[in-house]
């Protein structure tokens, strides 16, 4: 979506690896956050930003760890990947933590990730 | 607990039907309520929002309603085509400070030519 982009798109890693994705926003919202996507369980918060070096964890933040040092960029790290991330990874962004100022949440294309 | 709850998960309907997607919820607290769009394996497309003082929201073919006293929003499609096929989710933010999205399971549309 126009203002919000991920990256990779894909990417294939092994177990045991570190993996870093990228969510990068032209809109200045304050908030960003990381859902996860899997059948059967839907979308999952994973952490969340409300400023920059401001971030807090979501209800399946064990295994991933955030940073934003700059108000457009909130990176999600896998520390050592496994199996079980493999998932479809999504960024929203939102200008106010309820959405209350009417403009709601854009989220990104996805990332979708395999752990080998 | 905030919950949202979709009905039905799948519907298949012919061409040139009108339809409507259901969403409710448990706490009508709501600041808003959005419905979104994802096709298969691609990112959510935001169709339409509804702050809490609105009755409804139009674009295009798409009408949505909100019934905040009932825990209730209806997706209205008209004159559905073969390209409305996808999923649609329903999500209200979580009260409190996060922000976080509760999102509803989605309904599953295929317009049949």
């Known amino acids: 979506d126009a203002g919000i982009t991920q990256s990779p798109r894909h990417k294939v890693t092994e177990t045991g690896t570190p993996v870093t994705l990228r969510c990068h926003q032209t809109e200045n919202h304050r908030y960003m956050y990381w859902y996860r996507q899997d059948p059967g369980h839907g979308l999952r918060l994973i952490h969340y930003s409300y400023g920059v070096k401001d971030t807090d964890k979501g209800e399946v933040s064990d295994g991933y760890s955030v940073s934003r040092s700059k108000t457009e960029d909130f990176l999600l790290t896998l520390e050592s990947a496994t199996s079980s991330q493999t998932s479809v990874y999504f960024c929203?962004?939102?200008?106010?933590?309820?959405?209350?100022?009417?403009?709601?949440?854009?989220f990104g294309s996805g990332t979708r990730l395999t752990v080998v | 607990k905030q919950e949202v709850t979709q009905i039905p998960a799948a519907l298949s309907v012919p061409e040139g039907e009108n339809l409507v997607l259901n969403c409710s919820f448990t706490d009508s607290a709501i600041y808003n309520l959005q419905w979104f769009r994802q096709d298969p394996g691609k990112g959510l497309t935001s169709l339409l929002l509804?702050?809490?003082?609105?009755r409804e929201q139009t674009s295009g073919r798409l009408n949505a309603s909100l019934d905040k006293s009932s825990g209730r929003s209806t997706l209205y499609i008209a004159a559905s085509q073969p390209g409305d096929s996808a999923t649609y989710l329903c999500a209200v933010p979580n009260p409190g400070n996060t922000g976080k999205l509760i999102f509803g399971q989605g309904t599953t549309l295929q317009v049949k030519p």
């Open positions: 509804i702050q809490s003082s609105q």
């Open positions: 929203a962004i939102a200008p106010g933590g309820q959405g209350a100022s009417g403009y709601g949440y854009t």
